[in-house]
């Protein structure tokens, strides 16, 4: 599968330019894309499988603004590249990123430990439990657009 | 000082003493039969005491000294009155005579009352009989804690499996199922509020396809556990060979069409004791990933070795193929759901099975992988 963009055109006013995606299950980007085409989140999304593919994107889009997303959500149970493991990767790559980025990580895992690891990382700005709902996405995009530089 | 000098040297009485010595001697011996005994005694109280100091010497740890200072004193008195008996004839000192034979009798009771001291202490303590009976009793106790020791050592590494396979239970109860239930409440949402018929179907799929995979989940847990639970495990000796050869058959078409190359050396440890469907199960499924995970490079080469390592049956699977970033992944290489390449068969659901079943019936599971070199997985019966 590759790189999924949408591009939601006919979304007029989105509070965020784009929003990426870093999750392996289909079927949560496929309700995360409609949720956010519903609130008119965002104009762009970006979807990725795990983390390798989306460092690698970034990588290449290092220099262009326009085309890395406002907020990212990020699954930790991934293959190839779990969510701990991109972090760690994105967090020395953040510096050089031309663009202010919200990292939300976002998972349907309820175990302390991943809560409790969470904390340790000041890159990302919440840990979310799925299933994130219409009212959440609007929330979740707002406070990243509301978020001092 | 003079006065007592004279007093205890007073001669008084010395022309008794040619008539004493004339009385002790048996007519024709010349009358020297007390003199000579005299002399012998006092020169065997000699000897006894010089034994005992000897003995005190190289003996300096033991018990009864001090019993063996009393009577050394003690027969050096009694030596000392036979020595000044025999003098006496020269020399009738009796009243020196008398006090020598006074510290002697005193001497003699303390050694009487030291005795009947020790003799109690003797009694109460054990005899050696009773000691190597007690030493047998303690050995025997000794050896009992030595047993449930191992037993208990035995006991707590199966509860830390357990408990580890307890953790990861919940860990992929907490993941894995609860990632389809989130999906679902998600996909109700939408269903809900969506109008269009067109796009109420699309979503509709996407429900049929999440409550498939919910289903397979709960299958694969539910085959987990029955590992897991499984402890009166049937054994049988099972032969390497056959299994290897049974698994290859399975996957002969892959191999043929792969060109891969599998070697298997049984010699050291052609069979075991274990369950059948565990052991298949488990070397199909090691054989499948080295296949699966062969790099395109090259053309794969598969090679099984049994082993005795520390009295232990070991095989020992190894792979030329993509081999594993161990530093990023090597922790979660067994986990459930945990696929480490982009391969459409990946399930990430072969190693961790085959980690149940071996540590189930008391095994280990470990490898060692290099990027682009290979993977060598070893398993300790």
Known sequence: METVMINNTEIQTAVVDSVCVIDDDDIYQFTISRLIKITQAAHKLLCFRNGREAINYFIEQINNPDKLPDVIFLDINMPIMDGWDFLQEYIPLKQKLSKKITLYMTSSSVDEKDIERVKNYSEVTDYVLKPITKEKVTELIAKANSLPL | ?381
């Open chain 2, 1 to 381: 000082m003079q006065n007592f000098t004279n007093l205890l040297f007073s001669q008084d009485g010395k022309e008794k003493i040619a008539d004493r010595i004339g009385y002790a001697g048996f007519p024709g011996t010349g009358g020297n039969m007390e003199l000579t005994s005299d002399l012998l005694v006092s020169a065997a109280y000699l000897a006894i005491p010089a034994i005992f100091l000897f003995f005190i010497d190289r003996k300096k740890q033991n018990t009864f000294q001090h019993i063996f200072w009393v009577f050394t004193i003690f027969i050096l008195g009694c030596g000392f009155t036979h020595f000044t008996e025999t003098v006496m004839q020269w020399w009738p000192e009796f009243r020196f005579n008398a006090i020598t034979k006074f510290i002697t009798a005193a001497t003699s009771w303390f050694a009487v009352l030291s005795l009947i001291y020790l003799l109690r202490k003797y009694l109460a303590q054990k005899t050696p009989e009773e000691y190597i009976k007690e030493i047998n009793e303690r050995d025997k106790a000794q050896e009992q804690l030595d047993k449930k020791n191992a037993e208990l050592l035995a006991l707590t590494k199966k509860l830390r499996v357990q408990n580890k396979q307890l953790e990861d239970f919940a860990h992929i109860t907490s993941h894995n199922l609860r990632s389809h239930n989130t999906n679902l409440l998600s996909l109700l949402n939408l269903y809900a509020a969506e109008k269009k018929k067109e796009e109420k179907e699309i979503i509709f799929s996407k429900f049929v396809t999440t409550v498939d995979r919910l289903g397979e989940t709960l299958e694969q847990l539910v085959e987990s556990t029955k590992i897991r639970a499984d402890a009166g495990i049937e054994k049988e000796e099972i032969n390497f060979q056959e299994i290897f050869n049974k698994a290859k058959e399975t996957l002969e078409g892959q191999i043929i069409e792969m060109g891969a190359e599998i070697k298997a050396d049984f010699e050291k440890a052609s069979s075991i004791q274990y369950n059948k469907i565990y052991l298949e199960s488990i070397v199909l499924n090691l054989l499948s990933n080295a296949l699966k995970y062969s790099s395109p490079k090259r053309k794969p080469k598969v090679t099984l070795e049994t082993k005795i390592e520390d009295g232990r049956t070991m095989l020992v699977v190894k792979d030329n193929g993509l081999g594993i970033d161990m530093e990023m992944h090597g922790h979660k290489v067994f986990g459930l759901h945990k696929t480490f390449h982009e391969h459409k068969a990946a399930k990430g659901l072969g190693l961790f099975m085959t980690k149940a079943q071996i540590e189930a019936l008391g095994g280990e599971i470990s490898l060692q992988s290099e990027v682009d070199k290979g993977t060598e997985f070893r398993i300790l019966f």
